[in-house]
């Protein structure tokens, strides 16, 4: 089946040192492993129910089903001279990282080219909304794929302003880098296959780790999964196949201020290989 595509193409040793310290076997004992990341926090999933609606208004504001050709931009066409020099005008996409994207068959198929990928809606979305997608991953037993969102640059400014450096898909130019955003790890496993177990949502800049929950995905069916995401002031839920993955609510103080309206991203890491999506729908949402 022939892919259909519609592209604006560029024309235009942190070494760990052993030390041979002096100790006693007795000193050596008492030593503790490092506490393991997010240890205290507690499992906030519940596999019982799914997003709760009923009391908000829904406004929908974007709905793509793949079924036409993909209007995107890879992130390198945006440079010249080494310099971001045109913001992405008249495409809905923008592809970083070495990566493929393609719409086949009324599917997005985003295939990982040996790195990591994020492929941005250049749309800037509502502060509170719902966030619905289907993707299935070639394997569910190897990869790990993360949303963005509420992206924005440190000082308000699009992700795409001219002052924004390139971003290739490395990941800590997205959670370490000149972006504020929250992201969710819906769906992990580690290079070998080995699965996580736990959803996570981060706060960046800082990768701060603030909610842990269980992935209904890894070593399951190849999909096609229902993901779902809800923010609703500083509460943001994450939904798979109907079960609550993971949730947390922002204070607004512990890292900073609660984020508002920005761009929404999916991110393949490279062993991802590749997975396919039916449908990117984004609502705004309102208490009723």
Request: glycine share 10%; with cysteine; hydrophobic share 40%.
């Amino acid at each position: 089946m022939r892919a259909s595509v519609w592209f604006v193409g560029p024309a235009l040793a942190i070494g760990l040192v052993a030390v041979a310290c002096g100790g006693s076997p007795a000193a050596e004992k008492k030593s503790k492993a490092p506490a393991k990341e997010g240890a205290t926090l507690p499992d906030t999933s519940d596999a019982s129910r799914s997003l709760t609606l009923v009391n908000l208004d829904l406004n929908l504001v974007y709905d793509v089903d793949f079924s036409r050709p993909l209007k995107f931009v890879k992130e390198s066409a945006l440079f010249a001279d080494g310099k971001r020099a045109r913001k992405p005008e008249g495409v809905d996409w923008v592809l970083e990282g070495q990566a493929s994207a393609a719409a086949e068959g009324n599917r997005l198929i985003l295939r990982n080219e040996g790195g990591h990928l994020v492929l941005w809606n250049t749309r800037e979305f509502p502060a509170d909304f719902l966030l619905e997608f289907g993707m299935s991953p070639a394997d569910s037993s190897k990869g790990l794929a993360i949303v963005f969102f509420a992206a924005k640059g440190l000082k308000g400014e699009s992700i795409f302003d001219l002052g924004q450096p390139m971003r290739d898909g490395d990941f800590k130019m997205y959670h370490s880098g000149s972006i504020n955003c929250y992201h969710t790890s819906y769906w992990a496993t580690d290079e070998q296959g080995q699965a996580r177990e736990t959803a996570h949502i981060r706060k960046n800049k800082g990768f701060y780790l603030v909610a842990k929950g269980k992935d209904f995905i890894a070593g399951q069916r190849p999909g096609f999964h229902r993901i779902r995401m809800l923010k609703v002031g500083g509460k943001i839920e994450v939904e798979a196949d109907s079960k609550i993955e993971v949730q947390w609510t922002d204070d607004g103080k512990t890292h900073g201020p609660v984020l508002s309206g920005g761009l929404i991203g999916l991110r393949q890491m490279d062993y991802s290989t590749e997975c396919r999506y039916t449908h990117f729908k984004v609502w705004e949402v309102r208490p009723k």
